[in-house]
Each structure stands twice: as structure tokens, then as C-alpha cells.
């Protein structure tokens, strides 16, 4: 089989890694790639947002499955694009991808389909918002509608900061029009969750647990980023929390996409909160966590493609997923002063050490090939991911690994996993 990547981050190079490892794959493509990608797969220059000349490609190509790692090409319906041309390719369908594209449609579909969530209220207009803030309990949540890289949430202590929150995303637009419309929400307090789902429209398959940790600083401070790290399995996610959310969230949420005609078929992600009164989803994401994927797909048993064809062929009843017993820790590796300014372009040492060892992998994320060899390119550089028996041992490791690694401005946070077994 040939295969097609779409993306170019660490949760891509986690996703090539997978599918380099499946009996079925011959040759892999990805678009556009990084340099670690290109250790295993042929990087082609075309980007994410190009939807036609990804469907070009693959049908000149001949590629057998194309699988979408990114949620921008998603929301903008690459997937209705190739699938018009008889391509095979693994993603939710436009109208589907959009329970991560508007978070106005999510929240109503929750509201619709009784799946718990946090309470809310939807405005498209900055007055009505600013009115509604006068009687509202604190903290409260503001909420882009649209995608905004994870950054167009604001928790506001405060009236003031959730007037001046209403003013950046409504008024100034800080993240365009993914700010036309926002959502305000109730805030809820509990340990955060991500639960990654194969889908076929019909069925939903969850996999292993995992937590990201989202702010730039240790003990959770500094400004939100893409994710500095994550662990799996999460040790909150019991099997009383699993029994419930597979009863009243994940079921449903498939469930509630098919009765509105938008059968979801990919990757379902749900961001959920574990409650007082129970698991509440936060949000839903249409693809791979990054850098979830870095975690939880190293300590995948299947083969990653048999089980995407099942979601595409609409037989995912017919595949039971396994995981190792054990657990994996991911620490991202970052360019001093992310997610704000920093500088590109440091030459990176050390990545031959992870070089044929089995339970420690180096993704890429902001790397690129030059005359001097690879060098930084983005804010977060590489994800160091290790496995281990327990989640301290897995720590320990990553932590170890973060050492064989060398470039100016080399930046972590040293509590990724922390303070949840110990
Ligand atoms: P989201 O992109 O919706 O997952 O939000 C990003 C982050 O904001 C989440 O991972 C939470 O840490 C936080 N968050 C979102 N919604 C709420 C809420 N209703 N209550 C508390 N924290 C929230
Ligand atoms: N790590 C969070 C995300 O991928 O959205």
C-alpha cells in the first residue's frame, strides 16, 4: 500500500511512525512533512490548506489512503474533496468535522443530545455579550467559535476580564473570524482527560487515555501553548469514569452525529473534565491530539491501518483495540520564549541517539533539513517520547532522553506526569 500524511508536526511523525511499522505499507508520502518525517517517509511540498493539489497528487500517485492529521484541511473539507474523486482517505467529512470547527455547534449538539457539558450561552453580537457578563457568576469561560490553535479560550477570573476578553475576540478580533461568534460558558473544575475514538460512523472504539499539559509553565503557569506534554495512561481514568463516558458521552456522540446526518467516520478526541457530579466533555477535536498522538500510539498493539480501514469500510464492530500494559510519557522541547517570539533556526545534536531503540522515539515538530544539518523551525522542536512500566518509570525515561538532545534555547517544562503517583 502507499500511503499519504497530510501535516507536518510530531503528531504526524507519530502517526508515519505507525503506519512505517504496518505489514500492509510500502512507501508513505507526507505533505508537508519535517525533517524527521523524512527519515521515514517521502516529504512532498505541498501544503495542508492545498486541498486540490493534495487530491492531485494522490490520484497521480496512486496513494491507497490518505489520512489527515491536521484539523484545518478537515474543517475545510479535504476530505469531501478526495472522496469526490473516488480517493480513499481517512477523516471526518466536512459536516462532521465541524463539532471541532464551531464550538456553537458542538455545545448546541451536547445541549440537543443531553451529553454533559459545562453550561452556556451563545452571542454574536458584542453588546448582547457584554450585557450578558453583568449578571454572571465567576470564573466563566469565553469560547471562539472557530478554530484559534487552542488559543481562543479565555478563563476570566473576573467582570472586567471577561469584558475585555468579549472586546479581543469580538470587537479586535484577535483570532479573525473564528471570533464572529462566541460562547460563554460555565466554568467547571476537575482533572482533565483526553480520550482519542476511532469512529465508523457508527461505531466509536476508544483508545488508552492520555493528558496533555497546555500552559507553558511549570506548575502550570504562563500562557497557553499547543501542548508541552502529555502522559498516558491518565490515572484518573478509572474504569467507573470509562463505564460512564462510554454510556452517556462516547455512544451518544456518535449516536447524535448520525441523527443529524453527519455520520462521523475518523478520529473523535474528546477533551473531558472530570467533575464532582461526573465526566463532562470540555470539547471535541476531529483528529489525533498533539502531542497526545505521541503517547498513545506508541503503546498501540494493532496495526494503525487495518484499524483506519475498518472506520472507512464501516466495520470497526469486527476490530477490538489493544494497548501494552505500561505507560509512555511525551516532553515537547521548545524554543525559549513559546508560545511568544522566539528564534528559529539552532542546529539540533543528538537525535542519533534514539536511533534503534525500541521505547524511546524523537517526533519531530519545528525541524528543517539545511547545508548544516537540522535545525530548529518552529516553537515546539521535538517531542521526546519513552515508555516505562509505570507512569514514573515512562517519566523518568523521557526525562533522561530530553538530556541526549542539544540545541540553543532548548526549552521544557520539567513536571510533565508529575504529582499524579507520587
Ligand atoms: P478547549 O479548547 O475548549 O478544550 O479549552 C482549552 C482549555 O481551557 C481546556 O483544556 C481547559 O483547561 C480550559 N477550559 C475549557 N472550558 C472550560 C470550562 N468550561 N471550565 C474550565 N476550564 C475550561
Ligand atoms: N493537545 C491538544 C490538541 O491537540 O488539541
Not at 473564528?178 to 482527560?193: H, K, S, Y
Not at 484518573?236 to 463505564?243: G, P
Not at 503517547?295 to 498501540?300: E, T
Request: aromatic fraction near 8%; include cysteine; glycine fraction near 10%.
Amino acid at each position: 500500500m502507499k500511503v499519504l500524511i497530510v501535516g507536518s508536526g510530531g503528531r504526524e511523525h507519530a502517526i508515519a511512525a505507525r503506519a512505517a511499522k504496518s505489514p500492509k505499507v510500502d512507501k508513505i508520502y507526507c505533505a508537508p512533512g519535517n525533517a524527521g518525517i523524512a527519515g521515514i517517509a517521502e516529504c512532498v511540498d505541498i501544503g495542508a490548506m492545498e486541498l486540490d493539489r493534495l487530491a492531485d497528487f494522490a490520484e497521480e500517485k496512486e496513494i491507497d489512503l490518505t489520512i489527515i492529521g491536521m484539523d484545518d484541511p478537515l474543517v475545510a473539507g479535504v476530505v469531501d474533496v478526495f472522496e469526490k474523486r473516488g480517493l480513499r482517505v481517512f477523516g471526518p467529512r466536512k459536516n462532521a468535522a465541524i463539532l471541532e470547527g464551531s464550538k456553537a455547534f458542538s455545545k448546541d449538539l451536547m445541549k440537543k443530545y443531553n451529553i454533559p457539558t459545562a453550561a452556556y450561552e451563545t452571542f454574536d453580537n458584542a453588546e448582547e455579550a457584554l450585557a450578558y457578563l453583568q449578571n454572571s457568576q465567576y470564573p466563566l469561560v469565553l469560547k471562539a467559535d472557530g478554530l484559534a490553535l487552542g488559543k481562543g479560550v479565555l478563563i476570566c477570573n473576573t467582570k472586567e476580564e471577561a469584558e475585555a476578553g468579549v472586546k479581543t475576540l469580538m470587537l479586535e478580533k484577535q483570532f479573525g473570524s473564528a471570533g464572529d461568534r462566541i460562547v460563554v460558558e460555565e466554568f467547571l473544575t476537575g482533572r482533565e482527560v483526553s480520550v482519542l475514538c476511532y469512529c465508523d460512523g457508527t461505531h466509536i472504539l476508544p483508545m488508552t487515555s492520555a493528558q496533555d499539559h497546555k500552559r507553558a509553565k511549570d506548575g502550570d503557569q504562563g500562557l497557553n501553548t499547543g501542548g508541552m506534554g502529555t502522559f498516558s495512561p491518565s490515572p484518573f481514568y478509572t474504569e467507573e469514569v470509562d463505564a460512564f463516558c462510554k454510556k452517556y458521552i462516547y455512544q451518544p456522540s456518535m449516536d447524535a452525529m448520525k441523527a443529524e446526518g453527519r455520520d462521523f467516520v475518523g478520529i473523535m478526541f474528546l477533551g473531558l473534565i472530570l467533575t464532582e457530579e461526573g465526566p463532562k466533555v470540555l470539547e471535541y477535536n476531529a483528529r489525533f491530539g498533539d502531542p497526545e498522538a505521541q503517547v498513545v500510539l506508541p503503546r498501540m498493539k494493532n496495526d494503525m491501518i487495518e484499524v483506519m480501514e475498518a472506520c472507512i469500510d464501516g466495520c470497526l464492530d469486527k476490530i477490538s483495540l489493544e494497548f501494552e500494559d505500561n505507560a509512555a510519557v511525551c516532553v515537547i522541547l521548545a524554543s525559549d520564549g513559546y508560545p511568544e517570539h522566539y528564534e528559529k533556526g539552532k542546529e539540533i545534536y543528538g537525535l542519533e541517539r534514539f536511533e534503534g531503540l525500541e521505547d524511546y522515539y524523537v517526533f519531530h515538530a519545528g525541524t528543517k533539513r539545511t547545508e548544516k544539518g537540522i535545525v530548529t523551525n518552529g516553537g515546539r522542536v521535538l517531542g521526546v517520547t519513552a515508555k516505562g512500566g509505570s507512569l514514573k518509570e515512562a517519566r523518568d525515561n523521557a526525562y533522561k532522553a530530553t538530556e541526549w538532545i542539544e540545541f540553543s534555547d532548548k526549552y521544557m517544562r520539567h513536571d510533565i506526569g508529575k504529582a499524579i503517583d507520587e
